[in-house]
Every structure is written in C-alpha cells, then in structure tokens.
C-alpha cells in the first residue's frame, strides 16, 4: 500500500512545485507591468502583462491589469476599439472573480467616461448587492453621484462606507473634498490629515494639506484630532 501511494505523492509535490512556480512567474510579469505602466511605458507594461496572462489564464489581476493599460492608451489615443478591448478585459476579471474591486472600479469609469452613466451605475449597485458588507462599492457610487452633480447623496453614501469601515482612507478623502467644495474647510482638513494618517502615500493629498493650513493659518500642532466617529471628491478622487 505504501509503494502505491508513494507516487501519487510524487505527482502531487511535483503538481504544487509547477503551480508555485507559475504563480511567482505571473507574479513577477505583473509586478514589472506595473513599474512600466507607471512610467508611462504601456506598450512594454502591456506586454508584461499578456506574459502573466499566458502563465495564468484564469487570474482576474492581470486581466484587470491588461483593461486598464488598453483603457489608458485607448484615452490616451481616443482610440475606440482599444477601449472596446479594454471592456471585454474588465468583464473577464469579473466573471474570474465577481467581486475584484478595481475591475468595478475600472469599468464604471469607462462607462461613465462613454456616456454610459446609467449602466455604470448599475454595475456598482449590482457590486453594493453583492457586497452590502463593504464601503468599497459605497465609495465608487459616491463618485458617481459626485460626478453627476449630486453631492448630498455621494456624502450620505461616504458616511454610509465610513460606517462599516472609519479607517478607509478612499472614503475619508472623498468626503474631505466633498466638505471643502461646500466650504467646510476645516472639517475637510480633519478629513483629509486622518486620511493620511492611514495610508501616509497621497502626495497630492499631503500638498492639498499643506495649501490649506497655509490659507487658513493653520499649524499642524494646532490642528485637532480626529477623534469621533461621524464621518463627516477629493482634488483628485481616487479612482483606481
């Protein structure tokens, strides 16, 4: 009995190993897309990441990752059909993983982008139902309304994802720039400096910081922590 299951066992290490090695490959193309997309190389990115693709076909990130290189060029270009492509890449991370956030992300912006407000709209309440237990789609139909001229709805909706979840620094930026628009400058500056406090990385939001201290004659000693629990776009809403 022991001889049988010896090279079942064999068979199994051996399926482990392979699959370990072509996730690290995937991991690595994906990884060295990113660092070209990021410096503006998204032709080069794109072919890092069709190289993750081809060793993992089924994983949702470098599908997403492909949508949003093809929607950034087809912006970039106002090329459509790359635009076309870059929609069938977010819908096939969707259906690998019905609830990958920057797929919904992605997409609700193209659509929103190509005058397809109310499908982009369906799409994100379609994620709110399937997620009720989340602010992530809170924060991306908060945009949306935002974007469409309703503000009062896209604050309910970020003090909505605040309560489920007081230390996402997405939500605590929006609603920082949806103060200020409205002139609550100082509860926007609480918004925004708990916003960086979570997640120090938003040099944009840092500077935006930095203005309005300078405009209101306010020193970050001086400046009163965030400490309660009513939460209250930002200069540039996060939409990635």
């Avoid at 139902?129 to 001229?149: C, M, N, W």
């Avoid at 979570?198 to 500077?207: K, R, V």
Wanted: with cysteine.
């Amino acid at each position: 009995m022991i001889f049988r299951l010896f090279p079942v066992r064999i068979l199994l290490l051996w399926v482990l190993l392979l699959s370990a090695g072509c996730n690290l490959a995937t991991n690595r193309q994906n990884l060295d897309g990113k660092r070209r997309f990021e410096l503006g190389q998204h032709r080069d990115a794109l072919q890092s990441f069709y190289l993750a693709l081809q060793n993992d076909p089924a994983n949702p990130d470098s599908h997403y990752n492909i949508a949003r290189t093809l929607h950034q060029m087809g912006n970039d270009g106002n090329n459509k059909n790359l635009i076309q492509q870059a929609e069938v890449a977010y819908r096939q991370a969707l259906r690998l993983n019905p609830v990958h956030q920057p797929s919904y992300r992605g997409l609700s912006v193209l659509m929103a982008e190509n005058k397809r407000g109310q499908e982009a709209f369906a799409l994100v309440q379609g994620w709110m139902q399937i997620r009720p237990d989340s602010a992530e789609p809170r924060i991306e139909l908060a945009r949306l309304y935002s974007e469409f001229g309703n503000n009062s709805t896209a604050t309910q909706l970020l003090s909505d994802a605040l309560a489920i979840d007081f230390d996402n620094d997405r939500a605590l930026r929006a609603i920082g720039a949806l103060r200020e628009q409205s002139g609550e400058t100082q509860q926007a500056l609480l918004d925004y400096q708990r916003s960086l406090q979570i997640n120090p990385m938003q040099p944009g939001l840092s500077n935006r910081v930095a203005q309005l201290r300078l405009n209101n004659r306010v020193s970050p000693a001086s400046s009163p922590v965030y400490s309660n629990r009513t939460a209250s776009r930002a200069t540039s809403w996060p939409r990635y």
